[in-house]
């Protein structure tokens, strides 16, 4: 399905098409949505491939070789059928999981048939319960302004166990004078500097989350090696109006599941001598 968009918040945002596949059966969910700069200038065209092959690489999940699940993919261009990748990403994606949990399944089967403690309708009942696996991939556009927008590509995955989890590439900012991405905001050499506000952002996170923490509180809270907060994995992006940037830790990256996925944002003008000449440039023009 296509569809174009604007969010109107911007006079200025780009028009998009979303592009989406979904299936679904007694042991698997599957939604997968990507949404593109619909434009045909270079510009719209970068960023297009460049959100076309983040959709593809958080698709692919293991093939039965040890490798990855492949997807015909034709040459970038405007007779490019996007939809048409969609689908196959889609379909190669939800085969697997169908093949995993089926196999799954049987061996829960298997297992249950050796159990002489159970009643068959108490077998067939456990069998019955067992949850659905679910696969979400979202890349859509999250926030525009004059000079940049903002894409998050993010998946919710659950494959069985107690709870599911979060991947993707989190936020994706492009540049819109030349379409080229953003990788990094904060300098490699700025970490020791920046640590007062990484600090101080991670206790209003948990502020927020109804705790109150000291600096040394936060530090036993959190999963890391030494006493310096790393910065997450994923690139910070700019909020709408691009005086703050927000820095967004994955599940487990730096806190345990329950403290879900730290985020927080720190006024760029606090961040002045720590900025890539990336971010300088596209924020501090």
Request: proline share 4%; hydrophobic share 35%.
């Amino acid at each position: 399905m296509a569809v174009c968009s604007c969010n109107g918040r911007m006079s200025d945002c780009q028009d998009t098409r979303t592009y989406q596949f979904s299936d679904s059966c007694k042991f698997v969910s599957l939604n997968v949505m990507l949404e593109l700069p619909a434009g045909k200038d270079p510009v719209s065209q970068k960023i297009r491939e460049a959100l076309i092959a983040d959709f593809v690489m958080n698709s692919q999940q293991p093939a039965a070789d040890g490798g990855q699940t492949q997807v015909a993919q034709p040459l970038l261009g405007d007779g490019y059928d996007i939809q048409a990748l969609v689908d196959s990403c889609g379909k190669a994606t939800y085969v697997y999981l169908l093949a995993s949990a089926e196999e799954v399944c049987n061996a829960s089967k298997a297992y249950l048939d050796k159990d002489s403690t159970l009643t068959p309708e108490e077998k067939e009942r456990i069998l019955s319960e067992a949850p659905q696996w679910e696969f979400d991939l979202k890349v859509c556009r999250q926030t525009e302004a004059s000079n940049f927008v903002v894409y998050n590509s993010s998946a919710y995955v659950y494959y069985g166990g107690a709870h599911g989890g979060v991947t993707g590439s989190g936020s994706l900012t492009f540049d819109k004078a030349t379409g080229s991405k953003i990788d990094r905001f904060i300098r490699n050499d700025a970490t020791g500097s920046i640590q007062p506000l990484l600090r101080d952002g991670l206790r209003r996170y948990y502020k927020g989350c109804g705790e109150e923490l000291s600096d040394s509180e936060l530090m036993e809270r959190l999963f890391i090696e030494d006493s310096a907060i790393p910065l997450p994995v994923d690139a910070a992006c700019p909020n709408a109006a691009g005086d703050s940037l927000i820095f967004t830790y994955r599940q487990y990256e730096i806190a345990s599941y329950a403290d879900g996925m730290p985020s927080f944002g720190i006024p760029v003008g606090e961040l002045g001598s720590f900025l890539t000449q990336e971010g300088l440039s596209l924020l501090c023009e």
